[in-house]
């Protein structure tokens, strides 16, 4: 049984390789310049009446603030979110997006497509759903795009993963640095 898998297997490793670092790169570049440039999932919820008056958007939360500015708990809070951000969640969103949810929009029977196949409405339809499943909802259909681009390329989703991570881990720093709690 395991001998069946190994293919399986063979796709989902991380890869380190400069094209996915590159993208990973490029990718956060999208994500913080475009930043203000655009209404965001919250935004535009407000301007089509989807919260009330008395309903207040969620303040942004920064753990300095919340737990004092040299608080031992706000630098684990920190790290413990960059760590995840970057080692967590993006083979969870990878498989989900660019393997199990691209391939079966192309066919129910997921499997049966190749990981590296490219189909259009999939690889369009899969990007909308990631874009707005996340609040800079433009930015992340860019990413998407980038992300699925990747796969079909390299025919694996480990490029994916790894600017997955290479995005989120510079944006972990980024928010840290400049204070853009937002972000998360």
Same mark, same amino acid.
């Given at each position: 049984? #395991?001998?069946?898998?190994?293919p399986? @297997?063979a796709?989902m490793?991380?890869?380190?390789s400069?094209p +996915?670092?590159v993208v &990973?790169?490029?990718v956060?570049g @999208?994500?913080?310049?475009?930043? &203000?440039l655009? *209404? %965001?999932?919250?935004q535009?919820?407000?301007?089509?009446?989807?919260?009330?008056a008395?309903r $207040?958007? @969620?303040?942004?939360? /920064?753990?300095? @603030?919340e737990y004092g500015? /040299?608080a031992?708990v706000?630098w684990f809070?920190?790290? #413990?979110?960059?760590?995840?951000?970057?080692l967590v969640?993006? *083979?969870?969103?990878?498989?989900?997006?660019?393997?199990?949810?691209? $391939?079966?929009l +192309?066919?129910p029977d997921f499997q049966a #497509?190749?990981?590296?196949?490219?189909?259009?409405?999939?690889?369009?339809? %899969?990007?909308?759903?990631?874009?707005? +499943?996340h $609040?800079?909802?433009?930015?992340?259909?860019?990413c998407?795009? +980038?992300?699925q681009?990747?796969?079909c390329w390299?025919? $694996?989703?480990?490029?994916?993963m790894t600017?997955?991570a290479?995005? /989120?881990f510079l944006l972990?720093l980024? #928010?840290?640095?400049?204070?853009?709690?937002h972000?998360?």
């Amino acid at each position: 049984m #395991v001998w069946a898998l190994r293919p399986w @297997i063979a796709e989902m490793r991380w890869r380190l390789s400069w094209p +996915a670092i590159v993208v &990973g790169m490029v990718v956060f570049g @999208i994500w913080v310049g475009l930043d &203000g440039l655009y *209404p %965001t999932i919250d935004q535009m919820g407000e301007k089509l009446g989807f919260r009330t008056a008395e309903r $207040r958007p @969620i303040p942004t939360w /920064n753990p300095f @603030i919340e737990y004092g500015s /040299n608080a031992s708990v706000a630098w684990f809070f920190v790290g #413990v979110r960059i760590l995840g951000s970057s080692l967590v969640v993006p *083979p969870i969103e990878e498989v989900f997006y660019r393997s199990y949810l691209y $391939r079966y929009l +192309a066919r129910p029977d997921f499997q049966a #497509v190749p990981l590296g196949c490219i189909r259009w409405t999939p690889f369009f339809l %899969t990007a909308g759903v990631f874009g707005f +499943a996340h $609040r800079e909802w433009l930015a992340g259909i860019l990413c998407g795009l +980038a992300y699925q681009g990747l796969v079909c390329w390299k025919k $694996r989703l480990g490029d994916a993963m790894t600017a997955h991570a290479v995005t /989120n881990f510079l944006l972990g720093l980024w #928010v840290v640095g400049t204070g853009d709690w937002h972000f998360w």
